[in-house]
């Protein structure tokens, strides 16, 4: 399959484009793929804004994923 990236002038990937056969077989296996709705409510954007600036405000609060397991396991 032949897959294109498409990234805006940052150079953050944006979008993926591919053949529309791969479309089309995707469909049949998928019938209600494209009806999906992948937008997050405000809600949770809201949520999601407030936790990050908390990370962004204290960077210190951010621990290695191993830490927690070490953790974990006691």
């Known amino acids: 399959m032949?897959?294109?990236?498409l990234s805006n002038e940052s150079g953050q990937v944006t979008a993926?484009?591919?053949p529309i056969e791969e479309?089309?077989?995707?469909?049949k296996i998928?019938?209600?793929?494209?009806?999906?709705?992948?937008s997050l409510p405000e809600w949770q954007?809201?949520?999601?804004?407030?936790?990050?600036?908390?990370?962004t405000d204290e960077p210190g609060?951010?621990?290695?994923?191993s830490e927690l397991m070490t953790e974990l396991e006691k």
């Open 2 to 5: 032949s897959i294109q990236y």
């Open 16 to 18: 993926v484009q591919f």
């Open 23 to 27: 479309w089309e077989k995707l469909k």
């Open 30 to 38: 998928y019938p209600n793929i494209g009806a999906l709705d992948f």
């Open 45 to 55: 954007k809201e949520i999601l804004d407030k936790r990050m600036q908390v990370l």
């Open 61 to 65: 609060r951010i621990k290695p994923l």
